[in-house]
């Protein structure tokens, strides 16, 4: 489903709350370290150089993006493993557990949380950052779009939609009853991006893969088409610049 190409034309863009979230992890030490969704692994490999004596071990599910992790593997040190999230395990306690911009693919958060703090070690972390632009011009786009008469019928229910994230209060009181401490908060970057139609070409590197999947080929190009005059509507260019602003949530668990 996923295009590496297309989502590396945006990867200083994307690794930004990568950094933002790492920044709030205030850990000294680490054993074992899991990147849940890892993609293509490069922002995986730069927590071996934060913690040297840490096993760090990547998690994601297309093989197209575990393509791209090949040459970044250390023996002993960095592993990359193909499997869903939701269906890992890593068979011994994890110390940290980060997903960046991955857990709103994955559906019924409440029964999430619980599994993913009950793979950690005493006073393990789970770190977390989502987009949450899904109450945004960018989101009533794709679903007017999908709502279209030509593609209701196979696209209805498909990809994300506005309960993909949950309020960020929902997940401080969730993870509190869990017996976790939470820093919290909310960012929205104002990415400025240039060329034609750069909110489609950003979208499609993330949110639109599984609509295209489900499309084909032979539609793709026209569906592009409605969706682009859309979200171009929604962010007009000034000269040469389209500015989209992109909400995320984050938040580092951490066990009381």
Known sequence: MWDAGEYLKYSDERSRPFADLMAQVHRAEARLIADLGCGTGYLTRSLCERWPSARVVGVDNSPEML?????????????F???????????????????????????DHDSVLPRLVGMLAP??????QMPNRF????QAAIEETVTDHRWSSSLTGVGLHRESVMPISWYVHRLHDLGFSVNAWETTYIH????????????????????LERVGPDQEGEFLRALG????????????????PMPRLFFVATER
């Open 67 to 79: 393509a791209q992790t090949v040459p970044l593997v250390i023996p002993g040190r960095l592993r």
């Open 81 to 107: 493993v193909q499997e869903d999230l939701t269906g890992w395990s890593s068979g011994e306690l994890v110390d940290l557990i980060i997903t960046n911009a991955a857990l709103q693919w994955v559906s």
């Open 123 to 128: 006073g393990g972390t789970l770190a977390v």
């Open 135 to 138: 109450q945004t011009p960018s």
């Open 192 to 211: 400025v991006l240039t060329g034609e139609n750069p909110v489609l070409r950003w979208l499609q590197g993330t949110a639109l893969r599984p609509l």
């Open 229 to 244: 005059n859309r979200l171009a509507a929604a962010y007009p260019a000034r000269g040469a610049v389209t500015l989209f």
